[in-house]
């Protein structure tokens, strides 16, 4: 069974302050991406990384794949408490018989007060 | 663009009863997922739906079952409800092939089960 292992699961942190959030797993995944949810919505995809090593930015957040596939981490420069939300990862393993399903890790509530 | 539209927003239910969700894709996408995600916890994956097809599920009993439609919309039902079923139900699109995995979800439908 696949899982991934998301790290914190809470964060309440000040304005300005830098974070992390580790996703892990034991698995091989093809793809690794990353979704913000706010209450009430649905997860929106903020990225995805497929190449083992891969560093992607999105302005203030930052993103990298482990070199073997079965980690990400997720770094905040400067957080704002729009930041504030659900970050949650997800793992693909895409193949003949596998041909959408997502692995979601249990998610990091993070808090940034102004 | 319309993203994916789902309904109802909220229901409330008795245990026992039967339940159906709909789901209409992003314009251009023909791949339906449905995902649960109880309070606190990441989505998991029920099942997804291709060319009218089952095309993978999840581990979920045979109480959730699914259909799509001609016009790729979809609807997930749910027999003899549980307390346990009371969750937030998200639906995701997305248009293969895609080795990435991209999930374009909605607004997800709350189901609580008194």
């Known amino acids: 069974t696949q899982l991934l292992e998301q790290s914190p699961q809470f964060l309440s942190i000040q304005e300005g302050e830098n974070l992390t959030v580790y996703c892990n797993s034991s698995s091989v995944f093809s793809s690794l991406q990353w979704y913000r949810q706010e209450p009430g919505e649905g997860p929106v995809l903020l990225v995805t990384v497929v190449t083992g090593g891969e560093v992607k930015k999105l302005k203030r957040l930052t993103f990298q794949f482990g070199d073997a596939r079965k980690d990400s981490s997720l770094h905040i420069t400067a957080a704002q408490p729009g930041d504030t939300g659900l970050y949650l990862c997800a793992g693909g393993v895409w193949g003949s018989s596998n041909t959408g399903k997502l692995i979601f890790g249990q998610g990091t509530t993070l808090q940034v007060k102004p | 663009d319309a993203g994916v539209t789902q309904s109802p927003t909220h229901l409330i239910k008795t245990r026992g009863q039967q339940v159906t969700l709909r789901c209409s894709p992003k314009s251009g996408h023909d791949t339906v997922s449905w995902y649960q995600q109880a309070l606190g916890q990441g989505p998991q994956f029920i099942f997804q739906?291709?060319?009218?097809?089952?095309?993978q599920r999840g581990n979920f009993p045979d109480r959730f079952s699914g259909h799509q439609f001609p016009n790729y919309s979809s609807e997930l039902n749910v027999n003899a409800l549980l307390l346990g079923d009371s969750a937030l139900y998200l639906c995701a699109s997305s248009f293969p092939p895609t080795n990435t995995g991209e999930l374009f979800f909605g607004e997800g439908s709350r189901l609580t089960v008194l």
């Open positions: 739906y291709y060319e009218e097809e089952e095309r």
